[in-house]
């Protein structure tokens, strides 16, 4: 979304992305979910943008995405996230219920802690550098099965059509991305995950995460 009226006021938010990145990949979610009009601001990870100096005064540890918001930047997409939900309460991400917010964070923790640094492709290049291309498959595929095995005990007692019930949630935007990419990249065997599979399905459905997907992004290889 890079025109036309928006409900953040004069000051058009910018947001710092890369088309790859699972991480812009989860806020460019919720600026569609909450009908947040912002500027694409593309950065080439591949061509290593995001170390340079321009860019280390937004994020000075150099990774997408950055949300800028007039004279606030914000990176680290679960910060961006709960800025988002504070300041444009519009389409709550959050449950008031206690129990199920806080199985939101549990869920959301799991994949940025424990399934997407593993993915991540400075990890990668290293493990491949210092091991075998085949060994950084093998990483990826491990902790991914690792923390998807947790997030279906974590989720059977809370999902409904999505990841805690029947309403779009913080989780959900972590979930997608990680999910799609397990399918996409790293050839899983998802039958052993019904319950993501399911919600696999059930966000190909959404259009604000259709339209937040890595090859509908202006920087995307066409």
């Excluded at 593309?42 to 321009?54: D, I, M, R, T, W």
């Excluded at 095995?149 to 974590?154: H, M, N, P, S």
Aim: charged share 25%; net charge negative.
């Amino acid at each position: 979304m890079a025109s036309g009226s928006d409900k953040n006021g004069d000051q058009q938010l910018k947001l710092y992305s890369c088309y790859r990145s699972s991480c812009s990949f989860r806020v460019r979610i919720a600026l569609n979910l909450k009908g947040l009009k912002y500027e694409y601001k593309a950065v080439n990870l591949l061509k290593g943008e995001q170390f340079s100096p321009e860019f280390r005064k937004l994020n000075p540890i150099g990774c997408v995405p950055v949300l800028v918001d007039g004279d606030l930047a914000v990176s680290d997409s679960f910060a961006i996230l709960l800025y988002l939900e504070e300041k444009y309460p519009q389409h709550p991400l959050l449950p008031k219920d206690l129990q199920r917010k806080a199985i939101n964070f549990q869920a959301a923790n799991i994949v940025c802690s424990s399934i997407q640094p593993f993915q991540n492709q400075a990890v990668l290049n290293y493990i491949e550098e210092m091991v075998t291309p085949d060994a950084k498959i093998e990483l990826a595929k491990v902790h991914t099965e690792k923390g998807f095995a947790a997030l279906e005990d974590l989720l059977k007692n809370y999902a409904g059509r999505y990841a805690t019930g029947d309403e779009v949630s913080f989780a959900d935007l972590f979930l997608a991305p990680q999910i799609r990419a397990a399918f996409l990249w790293f050839n899983l065997d998802m039958t052993q995950f019904p319950l993501l599979s399911r919600l696999h399905e059930a966000y190909n459905e959404i259009p604000a995460f259709i339209d937040a997907r890595p090859d509908k992004q202006p920087d995307a290889p066409s």
